[in-house]
């Protein structure tokens, strides 16, 4: 006979039996519709001895509307080192802990990774209960290839380094990477992210996720140049969230065409590193076809 846990279920299982709770659960909440709780996170949230909230004054309110009653206490980027020994001695002592975080999926952008590598590495059962992510819901909406994806996070918020990062991303696009690429950016940032987007990837195709389950929720598809052009000029609001698509066959690297836009404004020395920056293209070649772009404009 087959260990029972590794044979195959009957083809239509949906059980309605779930994994037993692990001493420590990461219950993904939701991202703007309180109606997105799944019940299976209502009872994880009940049945918890403490629940770990990224803001506890935040989440009061989504834990008073499930009427969950379980003391809470922060974890946060700027205390989690310094919660894991006592909060692996809860577990070690047979505590059940709930890890949240503000919205969606808890470490996902959140708090919690390090937590949770310390109790995998003290052997303490880890659970977690699936829900909203706004990455993977803004994925499916945008119209972009699912797959792969790479999801970044937040772009660096300073242009010099966001512009470096995305160099980063048109080398490793260079050398074969192909995925849709998406970010979480701040409504203030979204038109300076964009440009800076449109730069280093050129008019491919994005999309724009804004408040995602919420009232306003709408997504703009369109090329990069097109999103930067109408944020540009239209103040974003809300939560966002941004998907860049790969480069497509016929997506070459238009070196002249970044350095041509680039000389307009900047000498030959700035334009070729402010390129190199963004394209992730070796600022000798770029400095070398920079000087020949601008002796021929000069003839
Ligand atoms: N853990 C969360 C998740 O699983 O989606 C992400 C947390 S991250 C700190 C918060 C960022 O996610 C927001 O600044 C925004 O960029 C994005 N985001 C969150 N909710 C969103 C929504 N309803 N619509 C679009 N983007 C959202």
Known sequence: MPDEAYADPPEDEQTATAAPLAALVLVSTPIGNLGDISSRARDALAGSDLILCED????????AAIGATARTEPLHDFNEEARIAPVLAMLRAGRRIALISD??????????????????A??????????PNAAVMALVLSGLPPQPFLFLGFPPPRSAARRAAFGTLRAAERAGLTATLIWHEAPHRLAETLADMAFSFGPRAAAVARELTKHFEEVRRGTLTELAAFYASNQARG???????PPEEDDQEDLDGALTRALATHSVKDAAALVSAATGLPRKIVYARALEIGRAADN
């Open 103 to 120: 919205a969606g999926t808890p470490l996902v952008s959140d708090p919690g990774y390090r937590l949770v590598r310390a109790a995998i």
């Open 239 to 245: 939560e966002i969230t941004v998907l860049v698509g």
């Open 56 to 63: 506890t004054r935040h989440s009061a309110r989504l834990l």
């Open 122 to 131: 003290a052997g303490i059962p880890v659970g977690a209960i699936p829900g």
